[in-house]
């Protein structure tokens, strides 16, 4: 027998706040994107699904390798957004254990509610379409999710803190700038 001459390679861990910032960001880009960019906005979603960090939440006692192990591979997710079947695209990056809810306005605009175990409340968002929607509000549940014990205290005094949280200046910690990030990204609606 030969040994493999391919050795798969893993891709730079991040922490959990790295992650959840990841998760705010890409929920924002999904809430503004146009129906050009749908595609890349669910591949990068399946990628940091995947590298979700290894971690169990302490509030929550989950586990999120548990909760995402159903992601389908990447060649799957190439072949439907190819086929331009991007809502089942959505669909399949939602865990088995997920709750949701999918409405649309009288004047086009798509909502999505998705309620993951662990959460007392479930997270809505808005899209130009019913999978920007659905993405935003499951990377919404996520990043609540695997919020770190304390994160809500971390948040307040932030908020209510001297430094500013805008971008242009990073409060002491960059993992207080991660839980205020993610709590309202600009441009979305989250409830």
Known sequence: MTQRTNTPTKALTMTISEWRLRLAELC???????????????????ALMMQAPESRSDVTGLDLSVILSHLPPVARIECLIEQGALDSVALALLPEEASYLMSRSIDGAWLASVFLPGMEEDMTSEGSSLAM??????????????????????????????ARCDGDVWPQGGDAYAESIWQRPAGTLLN
């Open 133 to 162: 929607a659905l993405t935003s509000a499951l990377l919404a549940s996520l990043a609540h999710v695997a919020q770190p014990a304390g994160a809500s205290a971390v948040q307040s005094a932030t908020i209510t803190g001297t």
């Open 28 to 46: 924002r880009d999904c809430v503004l994107s146009d129906s050009d960019d749908e595609g890349d906005c669910l591949r990068l979603a399946h």
